[in-house]
C-alpha cells in the first residue's frame, strides 16, 4: 500500500545530560504509505473492427500500514476526489472513482490498491496526480470458535458459533464451502480429517449479501474428506482507519 506519504518532523529536545541518561529513546510510530508500484495507459484503435477491451489509465498503489492486520476495505467510502495528469486533465470516470483492493502480503499488513481512470494522460504529460481516501478495515483480537464435527456431503450446514459453515460441493479432489456471518470478521478457517490431519484450506474475502444483513465468505480445499473437523478464527474486534492520499508521480512511479 506504498501509498501515503506521512511526513512526520523532527523535534530536537534540550535536557540535563544527566536525566537524558535516565530516559529511553522512544522508537518512532511506523508510517502508513500510499505508492504506485505500476501504471498502465492505453488509447482506442482508429480502427474499429478491432476488439480492443483497455482501462485508458490504470495505477496501481501498495499501501503499507505496518504492525496493522488489513482485513478488509470499505469500498463505498474509498473514493478518489482527483485523478489528473500535470497538464490539468481529468482521468477520472464520470461515474466510478472508487479505489479497489487486489491483494494482500502475507502478513496482512500491506495490500495492493488500485485505480483506473476514464481517460488517458493528454499529449505532452509526464507525471499524474491522484487525491482521495482509502478506508481500511482493522482486524483485532483474533479469537477461535469451538471445533465441530462437518460431515463431508454438498449441502451439508453445520452451526458453528455465530458462523454458519456450509458444504457447498465436492468432488474426488476439491471442495468448496461458504462462511456466513453476521459482520464481516472471518479471518481464516482450519479444516483437519478424520485423522487430524490439516486439509489446508484457503478462504477468500467476504462479500455482503444483498439485503445487507450478512457476509459470506468462500473457500476450498483441495480434498474430498467423508468426516471433517472445522474450527473459525476470527476477529472479535474491528475497526476502520482512514488513510488520506495526495501523491504526484511520473513515468518513472517516483
Not at 477468500?204 to 480434498?223: L, R, V
Request: hydrophobic share 35%.
Amino acid at each position: 500500500m506504498r501509498k501515503l506519504l506521512p511526513l512526520i518532523a523532527g523535534v530536537a529536545l534540550c535536557v540535563p545530560v544527566a536525566q537524558a541518561d535516565d530516559k529511553k529513546a522512544e522508537t518512532p510510530k511506523a508510517k502508513t504509505t500510499f505508492v504506485p508500484v505500476s501504471l498502465s495507459v492505453a488509447r482506442k484503435p482508429e480502427d474499429k473492427t478491432i476488439a480492443f477491451y483497455y482501462s485508458p489509465a490504470y495505477v496501481t498503489f501498495l499501501l503499507s500500514a505496518p504492525g496493522k492486520y488489513i482485513h478488509g476495505f470499505d469500498y463505498r467510502t474509498s473514493t478518489a476526489s482527483e485523478f489528473k495528469d500535470d497538464k490539468g486533465k481529468s482521468l477520472l470516470h464520470s461515474f466510478q472513482k472508487s479505489f479497489t483492493l487486489s491483494g494482500f502480503n502475507k502478513d496482512h499488513s500491506a495490500a495492493l490498491v488500485a485505480l483506473s481512470g476514464g481517460d488517458a494522460p493528454g499529449k505532452g504529460a509526464s507525471k499524474m496526480t491522484v487525491k482521495g481516501t482509502v478506508v481500511l478495515i482493522l482486524g483485532q483480537d483474533v479469537k477461535d470458535t469451538k471445533k465441530e464435527e462437518v460431515e463431508g456431503k454438498a449441502n451439508t450446514e453445520k452451526k458453528i458459533g455465530d458462523f454458519t459453515f456450509k458444504i457447498n460441493s465436492v468432488s474426488p479432489s476439491f471442495t468448496t464451502f461458504t462462511i456466513t456471518s453476521p459482520s464481516n470478521n472471518v479471518k481464516s478457517v482450519t479444516i483437519t480429517d478424520a485423522g487430524g490431519k490439516d486439509l489446508k484450506a484457503s478462504v477468500f474475502a467476504a462479500y455482503q449479501d444483498f439485503m445487507g444483513k450478512t457476509w459470506i465468505a468462500s473457500g476450498n480445499i483441495q480434498a474430498k474428506s467423508d468426516k471433517m473437523e472445522v474450527t473459525i478464527s476470527y476477529f472479535s474486534k474491528t475497526e476502520k482507519l482512514s488513510v488520506p492520499v495526495d501523491v504526484t508521480f511520473g513515468l518513472d512511479l517516483q
